[in-house]
């Protein structure tokens, strides 16, 4: 049974920064597509990033065009663990935030519902 638990949300000022983590436990090596999404009260999931495994490379990233520059998501070597290093945190980035993980990517990457496991989220808030 595949698990996927996040954790390192909080509260930073405009500016600050702020690392997610993403455990997956039970078939993760088999996980090629594991992403992150958010979503704040009233909008809809939205896809940040994600990394996808391919036989001859480490990984390539995606980004949102609104994360670009300031996110970096990385996976461990075990490919257990998903992070997103946030840097120049906003206040438009305030939301929870979603881990997601698949076997293999159908669609755009930012097409949350190819995504079967998901966590339960972790809340990010950005206020001064």
């Known amino acids: 049974q595949v698990r996927v638990v996040e954790s390192g949300g909080g509260s930073v000022l405009p500016g600050g920064s702020l690392t997610l983590s993403c455990v997956v436990s039970g078939s993760s090596d088999t996980m090629n597509l594991m992403g992150w999404f958010r979503q704040a009260q009233t909008n809809e999931r939205e896809g940040v990033a994600a990394?996808?495994?391919?036989?001859?490379?480490?990984?390539?990233?995606f980004y949102a065009d609104s994360v670009k520059g300031r996110f970096t998501i990385s996976r461990d070597s075990a490919k257990v663990t998903l992070y997103l290093e946030m840097n120049d945190l906003k206040p438009e980035d305030s939301a929870m935030y979603y881990c997601?993980?698949?076997?293999?990517?159908?669609?755009?990457?930012?097409?949350?519902?190819?995504?079967?496991?998901w966590g339960q989220g972790t809340r990010v808030t950005v206020s001064s």
């Open positions: 990394r996808m495994s391919l036989l001859t490379k480490s990984g390539v990233p």
């Open positions: 997601a993980a698949a076997t293999s990517a159908r669609e755009v990457w930012s097409r949350a519902s190819q995504y079967p496991y």
